[in-house]
């Protein structure tokens, strides 16, 4: 059974930093690409960064890149998301998702039941 367990979000004040993880279970991390998504309040659920399985390529969104970092343990079968500089603008739920490639270029298949990031002073 494919699982994918978010944890790590919360209350931040703006400049403050987070790290997500995406635990999974049911598969071979090793061998499929993750993907970081949010979605805000009255917004669509937008991909915010994504690692591949073939050579851990790495793709972030424009509004993250630079202050958020994708990282992969595949021997704990884990995918981070580390969260620097916050803004409010970042406050979202956050989900962690297998795709159905190796590469970024696949669509989500599996989603976890995503975990609170709120930005706010």
């Known amino acids: 059974q494919v699982q994918l367990v978010e944890s790590g979000g919360g209350l931040v004040q703006p400049g403050g930093s987070l790290r997500l993880s995406c635990a999974t279970s049911g598969f071979t991390l090793a061998y499929v690409a993750i993907g970081w998504f949010r979605q805000a309040p009255g917004k669509e659920r937008e991909g915010v960064s994504c690692i591949s399985s073939s050579d851990d390529t790495t793709y972030y969104a424009d509004s993250v890149k630079g202050r958020f970092t994708i990282s992969r343990d595949n021997a704990q079968n884990t995918v981070y998301l580390q969260m620097n500089s916050l803004q409010p603008e970042d406050t979202a739920v956050y989900y962690c998702?297998?795709?159905?490639?190796?590469?970024?270029?696949?669509?989500?298949?599996?989603w976890g039941q995503g975990t609170q990031v709120t930005v706010s002073s």
């Open positions: 998702a297998r795709l159905t490639s190796y590469y970024c270029s696949g669509s989500p298949q599996y």
